[in-house]
C-alpha cells in the first residue's frame, strides 16, 4: 500500500505538471526556487520546510510528528505527509528553468531526529512516468528509499563523546566540530539533515545507479518468494570507480544460500544470473555506457567476478549464459 501510495502520488504530480512543460516562462524561476518551494509547502500544506539546492539536485526538509508508529514503522500520517512533500518536487522541477536532475526528500521526526526517511528521484524518471513510457512498478523500483540514521548526527555523536572524555567544552567544541565534522556530503548515503544544516550534495549519475543496483537486488532478494526460500539476503552495496573517461561498478553482496542441497555451483549461477539481470535492466534502461565493467565481490564466497560492459548490456538482450558472460574464479561455477 505504501509503495502504491508513494508511485501514486509521484504520476499524479508528473501528470498535474503536464500543462506547465507547455509554458513559455517558467513557473518557478531559478533564482526564486527554494522561496517558491517554501511559499507552496507553508500555503498549500502548513508545512514549514528547508530547502536547498546544490548543483543539479534539489532538496526538501520537513520535521514532522509522529514520523513512526508504534511498530517503529512509518505511519499513515506521516505517508501522506511524504507523498505530498513529493508531490511538490516534483511539480516544482517539472516547471522550473533551473536545471534540477535529481530532487530529494529528507523527512525526521521532530522528537527523534536521529532517524530520517529519505527519497531521491531522478526528474526524467518522473516525466516518462508521466509519458508512461515506464511502468508504476518501474517507477517505484527507480526510486531510492532509505530509512536509516541521520549520518552526521552519528557522526557528531561519536565526536561528542570523545570531547566529553577530553574535558573540552564551550567556542572550542564547536570550532573543532565546525573544522573538521561539518562538511558537506561525498557519498549519496551521507544525504541528511541535522542541527540547522541540510547535508545536500550534488547528485551524479553514476552514484545514483549504483545505488540502484543495490537497492533493487536487497528488493528482489526480499520480496521474491522464490528467492527468499533459496537465498538469505544481507547486504549489497555498489559504488562507482571513475577511471579515465569511463570508470566501473563495484558491487559487494552478501547473499547466504537457505538450501545447500541444491550444490554450491549451480546457487551460485543462479545468484549471478538475477544480479546480472538486475544490473542489466538498470544500466540498459537508463542506457547508461560511460563504464567499462561491472565488478563483484561474493563476500560470503570470498570470490571477486568481473563482467566487461558489453556482456552485462547485452545479457538479456542475446541471452548470454552466466559462464559465457562472467569471469569468475576456478570452481565458482
Known sequence: MKKNLLTASILIAALGAICLLHACTP???????????????????GMDVDVAVAGNTMGIYYPMQGLLNVGMGISDEAWDTISNLV?????????????IYFYCVVAQDARLPELQVVIIKYVDDVKRGMMRNISRNESFK???????????????????????????????????????FRSPPTKLSDIGYWRDNFYLKDITMEEFLSEQIANRI?????????????????????????????????????????????????????????????????LDGYKFKKFSSLIMDDQLRNARLTVNRDNLLNFKKKRLSVKETVQAPYGYF
Open 27 to 45: 513557473s518557478y524561476p531559478r533564482e526564486k526556487l527554494p522561496e517558491a518551494v517554501k511559499t507552496i509547502c507553508e500555503t498549500e500544506y
Open 218 to 282: 536487497k528488493l528482489e532478494f526480499t520480496s521474491n518468494k522464490e528467492l527468499a526460500k533459496i537465498f538469505m539476503f544481507k547486504a549489497s552495496e555498489c559504488t562507482f570507480i571513475p577511471e579515465g573517461d569511463l570508470g566501473y561498478f563495484v558491487l559487494a553482496f552478501k547473499i547466504a544460500d537457505q538450501d545447500p542441497g541444491a550444490g554450491i555451483a549451480v546457487l551460485n549461477r543462479q545468484k549471478i544470473e538475477e544480479i546480472l539481470t538486475i544490473a542489466n535492466t538498470v
Open 142 to 180: 527507480r526510486t531510492i528509499f532509505s530509512l536509516n540514521l541521520t549520518p552526521q548526527a552519528k557522526k557528531e555523536r561519536s565526536i561528542e563523546k570523545v570531547f566529553d572524555k577530553l574535558n573540552i567544552e564551550g567556542a572550542t567544541r564547536e570550532k573543532v566540530m565546525d573544522e573538521f
Open 87 to 99: 508531490l511538490i518536487a516534483s511539480r516544482v522541477t517539472l516547471s522550473t528553468d533551473a536545471d
